[in-house]
């Protein structure tokens, strides 16, 4: 069975410094690893995702993350912070193919500071 | 716009009802799933669907039903059996896993 851990439930940065939360997965095969925001009270909306083509994925809103099949990380990056980037990431794993669970991690909360 | 839509975005339940929690969508997507969300717990998966008429519990079914009549729509009952519903529902569709999945702004349910 698949597992993502997201190290830190809870981020602080700058507005204009790095963002980078962290993302390690555990499968047995190569998987599907995506990254989605959620906004306060609202639903998720997919970021980017990983599916086998090119190791360093770039997303909406400046976004990119880069597979690292040696670390299993899949940690997400943003050169410059935003406060409109406050919100709560999830990292989330599935087994490649046409139908497949997915799992979710517990998500991480990303604070921008002016 | 094509897109996902779960009604109603608030809903209060009393001890022993059941209540239905809608979510219906226009993209053609094969696939829908029910997610709750609790602080701090991330995603769980309740039930999920890949074609009309056939469904397949999740990691947290036990407390829920649902079904799927039409590809459109997958509404989830929340039945008296579950004893700690108080959670933020969100519904998702997809074409394949690889694509994602897209959401519903989901409905937050309370037990009052």
């Given at each position: 069975?698949?597992?993502v851990t997201q190290l830190g439930s809870?981020?602080?940065?700058?507005?204009?410094?790095?963002?980078?939360l962290r993302c390690?997965?555990?499968?047995?095969?190569?998987?599907?690893?995506?990254?989605?925001?959620?906004?306060?009270?609202?639903?998720?909306?997919?970021?980017?995702?990983?599916?086998?083509?090119?190791?360093?994925?770039?997303?909406?809103?400046?976004?990119?993350?880069?597979?690292?099949?040696?670390?299993?990380?899949?940690?997400?990056?943003?050169?410059?912070?935003?406060?409109?980037?406050?919100?709560?990431?999830f990292c989330?794993?599935?087994?490649?193919?046409?139908?497949?669970?997915?799992?979710?991690g517990t998500g991480t909360?990303?604070?921008?500071?002016? | 716009?094509?897109?996902?839509?779960?009604?109603?975005?608030?809903?209060?339940?009393?001890?022993?009802?059941?209540?239905?929690?809608?979510?219906?969508?226009?993209?053609?997507?094969?696939?829908?799933?029910?997610?709750?969300?609790?602080?701090?717990?991330?995603?769980?998966?309740?039930?999920?669907?890949?074609?009309?008429?056939?469904?397949?519990?999740?990691?947290?079914?036990?407390?829920?039903?649902?079904?799927?009549?039409?590809?459109?729509?997958?509404?989830?009952?929340?039945?008296?059996?579950?004893?700690?519903?108080?959670?933020?529902?969100?519904?998702?569709?997809?074409?394949?896993?690889?694509?994602?999945?897209?959401?519903?702004?989901?409905?937050?349910?309370?037990?009052?």
């Amino acid at each position: 069975a698949q597992s993502v851990t997201q190290l830190g439930s809870h981020v602080s940065v700058s507005e204009g410094a790095l963002v980078l939360l962290r993302c390690n997965y555990s499968s047995s095969v190569p998987p599907y690893l995506f990254w989605y925001v959620q906004y306060p009270n609202q639903g998720l909306q997919l970021l980017l995702k990983y599916t086998s083509a090119a190791t360093l994925v770039k997303g909406i809103n400046g976004f990119e993350a880069e597979f690292k099949k040696s670390e299993t990380s899949f940690h997400l990056t943003k050169p410059s912070a935003h406060m409109s980037d406050a919100a709560e990431y999830f990292c989330a794993v599935s087994d490649p193919g046409g139908y497949q669970k997915v799992t979710f991690g517990t998500g991480t909360k990303l604070q921008v500071i002016p | 716009d094509g897109g996902i839509t779960q009604s109603p975005k608030y809903l209060f339940r009393k001890e022993g009802q059941n209540v239905t929690l809608s979510c219906e969508q226009n993209l053609n997507h094969d696939a829908m799933y029910w997610y709750r969300q609790d602080p701090g717990q991330g995603l769980r998966l309740i039930y999920y669907s890949q074609i009309v008429n056939d469904f397949q519990k999740g990691d947290i079914a036990e407390g829920y039903s649902v079904s799927r009549e039409k590809k459109e729509s997958f509404p989830l009952t929340v039945t008296s059996a579950q004893k700690n519903p108080t959670a933020f529902y969100l519904c998702a569709s997809s074409i394949r896993t690889a694509y994602g999945y897209t959401f519903g702004s989901g409905t937050r349910l309370t037990v009052v």
